[in-house]
Nanobody, 124 residues
Framework: QVQLVESGGGLVQAGGSLRLSCAAS????????MGWFRQAPGKEREFVAA????????YYADSVKGRFTISRDNAKNAVYLQMNSLKPVDTAVYYC?????????????????WGQGTQVTVSS
């Protein structure tokens, strides 16, 4: 059974930092693209960042470029999202996702596995 489990969310003041982690199990994810998406109340799920299997290619939403960094550790079947200079608009549930393709994607419909999400709340 494939599982993606996110952790690291919480409440932080604007300008602060959080590091999200996603632990994957149930299959080998070393060749997958891994991504982070988020969904704020009343809004659609949106792309945040993605990283290809080798870590050689990363993709970011314009809204987080320069503030967020995605990374992965294939030996640990884990992916991370370092979030700096957080803003209240970053408040959302953050989801980890895996895509069974080595090519990256920013589209949620192209991801095959999803975690349950972790809440990130940024206060002003």
């Amino acid at each position: 059974q494939v599982q993606l489990v996110e952790s690291g969310g919480g409440l932080v003041q604007a300008g602060g930092s959080l590091r999200l982690s996603c632990a994957a199990s149930g299959r080998t994810f070393g060749s997958d693209t891994m991504g982070w998406f988020r969904q704020a109340p009343g809004k659609e799920r949106e792309f945040v960042a993605a990283i290809t299997w080798s870590g050689g290619n990363t993709y970011y939403a314009d809204s987080v470029k320069g503030r967020f960094t995605i990374s992965r550790d294939n030996a640990k079947n884990a992916v991370y999202l370092q979030m700096n200079s957080l803003k209240p608009v970053d408040t959302a549930v953050y989801y980890c996702a895996a895509r069974r393709m080595y090519r990256g994607s920013i589209y949620s419909t192209e991801y095959d596995y999803w975690g349950q999400g972790t809440q990130v709340t940024v206060s002003s």
